[in-house]
């Protein structure tokens, strides 16, 4: 259950991001575009985690 909403929040994460990206400011540009980064890197990391323990039930 806790890896389903650490999924939802990354989602929530790169929503409010693309707005950034759409921004007038390079900074928050760059902010927006550094944030989908971070929040990709870590939705892999949740999938990679809940594949090694569907692996490890079976």
């Known amino acids: 259950m ?3 909403l650490k999924i939802i929040a990354v989602l929530i994460a790169i929503t409010y991001s ?3 990206v759409n921004a ?3 900074l928050l540009v760059f902010g ?3 944030i989908i ?3 990709l890197y870590y ?3 949740q999938l990679n985690d ?3 323990l569907l ?3 079976l």
Do not use: E
């Open 50 to 52: 809940i594949l090694m």
């Open 2 to 4: 806790i890896h389903i």
């Open 43 to 45: 939705l892999v990391q």
């Open 18 to 20: 693309l707005k950034l």
């Open 32 to 34: 927006g575009l550094a």
């Open 24 to 26: 007038q400011s390079d």
């Open 55 to 57: 692996k490890s039930k």
């Open 37 to 39: 980064g971070v929040a």
